[in-house]
């Protein structure tokens, strides 16, 4: 999964979307990752995030979403505008 995630990444940057860099994909995804494991059983074993960096995987994916959707668009924009 996170090779696919990887090429996806840099997939969107070839074709001109810059969000989310590769800087907050490893800071955010660590997060998100961390914040799942202190779920676990296991959790005890690690170090606790304060509450303003935990995240959840669901809701960085629907951020990222959105975020790439409008940049999409607009980048649709601008082509239909270039093009008229």
């Not at 994909?25 to 059983?41: E, H, I, K, R, S």
């Not at 170090?47 to 607009?74: C, G, H, K, Y």
Request: aromatic share 6%; no cysteine.
């Amino acid at each position: 999964m996170g090779r696919v995630l990887g090429n996806l990444l840099s997939q969107l940057h070839g074709l001109g979307v810059r969000f989310p860099s590769q800087q907050q994909l490893d800071v955010l995804g660590g997060q998100a990752l961390q914040t799942a494991v202190l779920a676990t059983p296991w959790g005890k074993r690690y170090q606790l995030l304060p509450p303003d960096q935990r995240r959840s995987f669901r809701t960085l994916v629907d951020d990222w979403s959105t975020m790439i959707e409008q940049r999409i668009n607009a980048q649709l924009g601008e082509q239909k505008d270039k093009a008229a």
